[in-house]
């Protein structure tokens, strides 16, 4: 994780949201790997540092909550996240809901995933065509109405999504 997310998570009070819209990330990811080809694997222990720190952030009162946006039927990768949600990212203390893309139509969304800390400081993620990190990787923006047009963004991604023990791939 860069230290723009730790930094966010470091400081945040109240919140942290995270908008993900994109149907793959990293593929090449060992983890990943070693779930396509069927051998098992702990989220929980493959991505501790990703738990501990989560579960440091919300045990101080931090509310944090994931949205992915996704296509159907949904790829491996998206099958994969799903399949680890409740074990890893659930299990550490996040909300997460998915929202199928076909409903986001009238939405007006960012152009890139974030991170958005107490709903001043924006982290967005930039990657690759291919979901590597790109050569910018993370850009922190501070201005209320970028702030602003990404917490609107979220929050009617939010209302809209499934929560992720109802939704079914």
């Known amino acids: 994780m860069t230290s723009a997310v730790r930094q966010g998570f470091a400081t ?3 919140s942290a949201v ?3 819209m994109r149907d ?5 990811d060992p983890v990943f790997i070693a779930w396509q080809q069927g051998r098992p694997f702990d989220p929980a222990e493959e991505y501790r540092s990703w738990s501990d720190l989560t579960r440091e952030v919300t045990g101080r009162g931090v509310v944090v909550r ?3 946006i996704v ?3 949904v790829s491996d990768y998206i099958r994969w ?3 680890l949600t409740a074990a890893h990212n659930i299990a550490a203390g996040e909300e997460v809901r998915w929202l199928p893309r ?3 139509t009238d939405l007006a969304l960012p152009g890139v995933d974030f991170w958005l800390f107490d709903g001043t400081t924006v982290v967005f993620n930039h990657f690759t065509g291919d979901g590597q990190w790109a050569d910018l990787g993370m850009e922190t923006v501070t201005e209320p109405a970028v702030a602003k047009l990404c917490s ?3 929050e009617a991604v939010w209302e809209r999504a499934i929560p992720h023990a109802q939704y079914v791939i």
């Not at 793959?24 to 090449?28: G, Q, R």
Request: overall charge negative.
């Open 12 to 14: 945040a009070q109240h």
């Open 24 to 28: 793959s990330y990293m593929t090449d």
């Open 66 to 68: 994931r949205a992915r």
């Open 81 to 83: 996240e799903h399949s």
């Open 18 to 20: 995270h908008l993900e």
């Open 102 to 104: 076909h409903r986001t």
């Open 152 to 154: 609107t963004a979220f």
């Open 71 to 73: 296509s159907e039927p």
